[in-house]
């Protein structure tokens, strides 16, 4: 299995400021980690994919980042809104897994205040 | 855009009785699984489906879990005897059948189901 963690539970940012969120792992590397939206009530929304060979990955204001050697990931949204107010989740798939089932952390609630 | 759509959004029962989560994936994605949430905690694996059997299961998923593909488009979550912890949000996903090792999940919004 692996453990994952998340920075703090909440992260409270000002409108436009960068949002800058982490995610550690402590087991085996994995060959890709990815990155989920979830609003309060609802399922989580696929944001990116990163593989173990990317150093960086990057959508729109989303920048990810991938450091093997860390075992860490960091998960980026700059010129943050209040819209991105949410829980970002961290996945990352079991490594025996063939149909990709994945591990995912607690997750980070994001506050953007205006 | 498509997407993966869950009934009944919330459902309360007694426990010890059988209750039925439907969801209908994406038309044309092969995989499927389900998740569950437990109220503040993480998002937890529980089965995935491939090819009308199981492929994967969790330690959660134990004899009073089963799944079902009874057609072409429904994809159905049976939790006999339900016990009180079974309480939590249900999530139903699939992912497309080409790279699907690292395809990313579409997930629907949850049956939330509460155990009294």
């Known amino acids: 299995s692996q453990k994952i963690e998340q920075n703090s539970e909440a992260l409270n940012i000002q409108e436009g400021k960068t949002a800058t969120l982490t995610c550690n792992y402590t087991?085996?590397?994995?060959?890709?980690l990815q990155w989920y939206r979830q609003d309060p009530g609802r399922g989580p929304v696929f944001l990116l994919l990163i593989r173990e060979n990317e150093k960086e990955k990057r959508k729109e204001r989303l920048k990810v980042t991938f450091d093997t050697t860390l075992k860490q990931s960091l998960f980026h949204i700059t010129a943050s809104q209040p819209a991105d107010s949410a829980t970002y989740l961290c996945a990352l798939p079991d490594r025996g897994s063939t149909l990709g089932r994945l591990y995912f952390g607690r997750g980070t609630q994001l506050t953007v205040w205006p | 855009e498509p997407e993966v759509t869950q009934t009944p959004s919330h459902q309360v029962t007694q426990m010890g009785q059988e209750v039925i989560l439907r969801c209908v994936p994406i038309?044309?994605?092969?995989?499927f699984y389900w998740y569950r949430q437990i109220l503040g905690q993480k998002v937890e694996f529980l089965v995935s489906?491939?090819?009308?059997?199981?492929?994967?299961k969790s330690e959660i998923f134990d004899d009073q879990f089963s799944v079902e593909r009874p057609d072409g488009s429904n994809f159905t979550l049976k939790i006999r005897s339900t016990k009180l912890e079974d309480s939590a949000m249900y999530f139903c996903?699939?992912?497309?059948?080409?790279?699907?090792?690292?395809?990313?999940?579409?997930f629907g919004n949850g049956t939330r189901l509460t155990v009294t």
């Open positions: 996903a699939s992912s497309r059948p080409l790279s699907s090792y690292n395809s990313p999940l579409h």
């Open positions: 038309s044309n994605h092969l995989y």
């Open positions: 087991n085996y590397s994995p060959a890709y």
């Open positions: 489906f491939y090819n009308n059997e199981i492929s994967e």
